[in-house]
Each structure stands twice: as C-alpha cells, then as structure tokens.
C-alpha cells in the first residue's frame, strides 16, 4: 500500500492476556519505529529495526514487551501477561532508512484497553 | 536523551487569524518533524526541517538549529486545523527514535 498500515485498529483485552499487534511499513523503508502513545500525551519511542535487526529497544517498558521483524518487512509488537496500564494507542512509523532525509511516516496506530 | 518543550500548550483562535507555535529542543537535533494528530489519531506529516525554512500553502516552519528551536506557523486559521500539533526530534540523522514534546492543542472556532 502506499501508507504504513497497522492491525487491528482496536484491541480489548482481559488482564493477563497476550496480545500480538502488526505493522506493514511503506514498502521499500528499512528503518521501522514502534511508538506507545497514553492518552493526552506525545508519542513516545518503544523500538527501532533496521532491516530484521533490532538496533534499539531502550524504550520498552518492560520484559513483557516484544518486537520482531523476521524478514525486514512486516513487523509485530507482542504484549505478554497485559496490564492496565498497557492501555494506550500503539503507533508504528517507518522511514527510507538510507539517506540523510530520513523522514518518518505513521500508521494509523492500534488503541490497545485492557480491562 | 533530548528534550522537547512545545508552547503554547492550548490556543483558541477565531477562524481566519494567524498563529505560532514553538518548539525548544535541549540539544541539537539531525531530524526535525512537525506533525498534525487529527481527531482520528492519524499523525499527519507537516515538515521535515531539521533546519531552514519551508512553507506549505498557509503553513510554514523555521528551524534554527544553532538555537535549538524550531517555529511553525499557521496564516488564516480555518476549523480544519483544529487538532494537536506535535515537533519532534531525533539526534541520530533521522535513523533513530522520535522525542516528541506533548503537543500544541489548537481549537479554531467558526
């Protein structure tokens, strides 16, 4: 497609629950971002792959958190044992990866509650 | 890592004024973006200018990078606009995560 893509949209889940959230970036884009943003807040960073490696997950919040991106392509955020205050809009971005112009382009985002 | 201070934190304009909206960062930055969240959530790309000055239709950024702001600029205000703005900045040539400052909520009433 010509946008980053995200599912599901929107995601309810029980506490204690595993969740699985999916990115598809711009095609062709080597650098993908995950972003939690809570509400009323900025985004803040999770994760960052270059390609399927993993170059940084300073942002993750806990051990619970998982991000993969086996084929460099499409990538998944994994939540383990969720808590409520998982609860947030999860966005992921994506950008060319290889010039000095490395502009960064959205997902609509997934809008994670945990009951 | 940076900081990022946005200001005003809220702004209510009649339809048709003029706006700015600033953006500090604590250190200096290799990627600058500024961003429209509409009521959707959907972040909307304004400008990537990690320095410079670029202008789109009505709206237009400055970034002085030596001073570690950046400006964004909205002309005839109209309700559409409506929505919050984000800058963010990252240190690493783009290649890196987004520090974002917790936004500018913009309300233009008719």
């Known amino acids: 497609g010509a946008g980053v893509s995200q599912s599901p949209r929107y995601k309810v889940a029980k506490r204690g629950q595993d969740v699985a959230l999916r990115c598809d970036p711009i095609?062709?884009?080597?650098?993908l971002f995950w972003y939690q943003q809570a509400l009323g807040q900025g985004p803040e960073f999770l994760t960052y792959?270059?390609?399927?490696?993993?170059?940084?997950k300073s942002g993750l919040p806990s051990d619970r958190f998982f991000a993969e991106r086996p084929e460099g392509s499409v990538s998944t955020l994994k939540i383990q044992r969720t808590q409520q205050e998982d609860s947030a809009v999860y966005l992921c971005a994506s950008s060319f990866g290889y010039s000095v112009h490395n502009e960064q382009f959205f997902g609509p985002g997934t809008r994670l509650t945990v009951l | 890592g940076i900081q990022v201070e946005q200001s005003p934190p809220d702004l209510i304009l009649q339809e048709g004024a003029n706006s700015t909206l600033r953006c500090n960062f604590s250190d200096s930055v290799n990627n600058l973006q500024w961003f429209h969240q509409n009521p959707w959530g959907q972040l909307i790309n304004l400008f990537y200018i990690p320095s410079g000055t670029k202008q789109n239709g009505r709206l237009s950024a400055t970034t002085v990078a030596t001073e570690r702001y950046s400006l964004l600029y909205i002309s005839s205000s109209q309700t559409t606009d409506s929505g919050v703005y984000f800058c963010?900045?990252?240190?690493?040539?783009?290649?890196?995560?987004?520090?974002f400052g917790k936004g500018t909520h913009l309300i233009i009433q008719p």
């Open positions: 963010a900045g990252g240190e690493g040539g783009g290649a890196d995560g987004l520090t």
């Open positions: 095609s062709g884009h080597v650098s």
């Open positions: 792959f270059q390609n399927e490696a993993q170059l940084d």
